[in-house]
Nanobody
């Protein structure tokens, strides 16, 4: 069992930055592929980023490539999402997720992740 708690959301102007954190419980954190998803009002939840076990490899949806960076610190059981050059269309509730297994590339659907956080709101004003 893994429990995930996100933090770091808030209100920011377009062009600004935020760093989301997701703290995980459990001693096997390093064996989970971690993902970030988001859900905007009236829209389905969508994949944002996946981070491999070591944090050395990542996968991003095209709309955030070059702006968002996913990372993790396995010693702290924490995964991060650094978001730069934010746009109003990035406004959403952001969720972190943990999935068993090493595959991270192409792991972009909700059913491929086993545990979810409660979400943190990110609002980008124009």
């Amino acid at each position: 069992q893994v429990q995930l708690v996100e933090s770091g959301g808030g209100l920011v102007q377009a062009g600004g930055s935020l760093r989301l954190s997701c703290a995980a419980s459990g001693s096997t954190f390093s064996t989970y592929t971690m993902g970030w998803f988001r859900q905007a009002p009236g829209k389905e939840r969508e994949f944002v980023a996946a981070i491999s076990w070591s944090g050395g490899s990542t996968d991003y949806v095209d709309s955030v490539k070059g702006r968002f960076t996913g990372s993790r610190d396995n010693a702290k059981n924490t995964v991060y999402l650094q978001m730069n050059s934010l746009k109003p269309e990035d406004t959403a509730v952001y969720y972190c997720a943990a999935g068993r297994g090493a595959r991270y590339l192409g792991r972009r659907t909700e059913y491929e992740y086993n545990y979810w956080g409660q979400g943190t709101q990110v609002t980008v004003s124009s």
